[in-house]
Nanobody, 130 residues
């Protein structure tokens, strides 16, 4: 089992920045990829970023160039630096972990699905005002 706890959400004006953190605990040695997805009210879950244990990253087009995913293996923590935030970035942001071998492209594709190798945190709210 892997347990994920997000932090760092909040409210910010358009053009501002926020940095989300996600601390992983439990069987962290079983993790191959970590990532983030978001869900706005009335909308489907949207995968946005994934990072492999080798540091490889993949981003959704909607956040490419604005968001950066990184991880600190020593702290078992993954981060999402969000710059140039827009009102349409308003959503609840969830941290994910995948405990089966896959590329970050694959992780981005599956992270919002209900699979036994997918773990999610409880989410943290990000609100961007115009």
């Amino acid at each position: 089992q892997v347990h994920l706890v997000e932090s760092g959400g909040g409210s910010v004006q358009s053009g501002g920045s926020l940095k989300l953190s996600c601390a992983a605990s439990g069987y962290t040695n079983s993790i191959y990829c970590l990532g983030w997805f978001r869900q706005a009210p009335g909308k489907e879950r949207e995968p946005i970023a994934a990072i492999g244990i080798d540091g490889t990253t993949t981003y959704a087009d909607s956040v490419k160039g604005r968001f950066t995913i990184s991880h600190d293996n020593a702290k078992n923590t993954v981060y999402l630096q969000m710059n140039s935030l827009k009102p349409e970035d308003t959503a609840k942001y969830y941290c994910t972990a995948q405990t089966t071998s896959m590329t970050t492209v694959q992780a981005l594709a599956v992270m919002t699905t209900f699979q036994p190798y997918n773990y999610w945190g409880q989410g943290t709210q990000v609100t961007v005002s115009s």
